[in-house]
Each structure stands twice: as structure tokens, then as C-alpha cells.
């Protein structure tokens, strides 16, 4: 009974590549959260999707980010043009189309991105 | 003014004592409040949930939550080296979205 996966562990881009983050929510989940961690801050909500639905995404910079979750396959967060200050750890969390609201997230061992 | 706040510390205690960790929130609605652990390079893990006014006891910690000073906290008793990490407070809101605080550095001293 796998938990959140996501990959790769480490990522290293130069600046103005493009990133692409990937989540594979728990079995039987249906909601992917998005979270970024810059270093020595706590983690800010980036996005909410269901499968083939962005549900909430009022913490995604408008630009150069999205993030999608296809009917099959993990959700993606892509960045284009990446720039130094994406540096960060970006955590994935998922939950079950019913989640209660007593529910704490279960988060995958996260992506550290570094830009260089 | 942040949803969620903690003192970012850090917070130092010798080993055996009792560490205790505050966090304050802005939204009256909320009705679920969590706290996760962090060690360095590691992803957050729930340690603790609370939904009452009240105590809530799991072994060595205890969460309260007062809902009329709008304020969770975490105690943790018997403090040891391996509780040294990062602490982080969420709190759950009526839309269901989570807010975190940015976390108290907790280390305990041998």
C-alpha cells in the first residue's frame, strides 16, 4: 500500500529550463495538493486538483506555473523558465474524493529543485 | 495578518523536560487543527490532530486548542534528542484548504 509517491527525489535545473514535477497520489485518491517550502519558511498551498479538474489554484504564480492531473497518470507541476528563486522543495499531498474535514494530509517525500 | 502563526523559535530544552509549542490562527470557521513534525531534508509527518476545545493525549504529546482565543498548541513531555526537528501548525478551514504556520525549530539538549 504505496503513499504518496513523487519523482524525482532531486532535481537541478539551469535557469530557463523547464521543470516537471510529478505526484502519484495514494491508491483510491483522487485529490492532489501542491506545496512549496522555500528554505526556513513553512509550506504554502500552491494548488487543488481532482482528476482532469483544477479545483483550487489561488497559490500558483500566474505565470510560468501549472500543474495538471490526467484521468490516468500522476499530477504534473511544470515549470517553465525556471529562475533562482524556484529553488525550493515542492510536496505533493493527496486524499480520497470524500475526504472529512477531521483528515490530515499524508504528503510524498517531496521534490527538491535547485536552480543554478 | 498570516493565517496561521508560530514563533519561529528556536526553541532549546534539556533533555526530560517539557517542550511547548504555541500557534495562533485568524480564521473563526476553522474546525480541524494539526500538527506536523519535520526533521531537515525530510517531508512533513502528522504527528497530532485536534477538533475540541480541550487536551488531546497521544503518549508523549499532548495538542490543546482553545477556539475562543483562537490558539492550538503542542506540549511535548519528556523531551528527547530524537524530538529535535521542525514543528509545524495547520490548521483546516471551511473550505477545507489547509494553512501552515512556518514552523518553531525545536532542539532538545543531551
Known amino acids: 500500500n504505496a503513499g504518496v509517491m513523487q519523482n524525482p527525489r532531486h532535481l537541478v535545473r539551469r535557469r530557463g529550463q523547464e521543470a516537471r514535477l510529478r505526484c502519484s497520489p495514494m491508491?483510491?485518491?483522487?485529490?492532489v495538493y501542491w506545496y512549496r517550502q522555500l528554505p526556513e519558511e513553512g509550506l504554502k498551498f500552491m494548488v487543488y486538483?481532482?482528476?482532469?479538474?483544477?479545483?483550487?489554484e489561488s497559490g500558483m504564480p500566474k505565470e510560468r506555473f501549472s500543474a495538471e492531473f490526467p484521468k490516468e497518470g500522476p499530477s504534473i507541476l511544470r515549470i517553465q523558465q525556471v529562475v533562482r528563486g524556484d529553488s525550493a522543495a515542492y510536496f505533493c499531498?493527496?486524499?480520497?474524493?470524500?475526504?472529512?474535514?477531521?483528515?490530515?494530509?499524508?504528503f510524498g517525500s517531496g521534490t527538491r529543485l535547485t536552480v543554478v | 495578518q498570516k493565517e496561521v502563526e508560530q514563533n519561529s523559535g528556536p526553541l532549546s530544552v534539556p533533555e526530560g523536560a517539557i517542550a511547548s509549542l504555541n500557534c495562533t490562527y485568524s480564521?473563526?470557521?476553522?474546525?480541524?487543527f494539526f500538527w506536523y513534525r519535520q526533521y531537515s531534508g525530510k517531508s512533513p509527518e502528522l504527528i497530532m490532530s485536534?477538533?475540541?476545545?480541550g487536551d488531546k493525549e497521544d503518549g508523549r504529546f499532548t495538542a490543546q486548542l482553545n477556539k475562543a482565543s483562537q490558539y492550538v498548541s503542542l506540549l511535548i513531555r519528556d523531551s528527547q534528542p530524537s524530538d529535535s526537528a521542525t514543528y509545524l501548525c495547520?490548521?483546516?478551514?471551511?473550505?477545507?484548504?489547509?494553512?501552515f504556520g512556518t514552523g518553531t525549530s525545536l532542539t532538545v539538549i543531551p
Open positions: 486538483l481532482q482528476k482532469e479538474n483544477i479545483i483550487d
Open positions: 480564521d473563526r470557521g476553522s474546525q480541524s
Open positions: 491508491k483510491g485518491h483522487s485529490h
Open positions: 485536534i477538533y475540541s476545545n
Open positions: 495547520a490548521v483546516k478551514n471551511t473550505g477545507n484548504q489547509f494553512y
Open positions: 499531498a493527496s486524499s480520497p474524493s470524500l475526504a472529512l474535514w477531521t483528515d490530515g494530509y499524508t
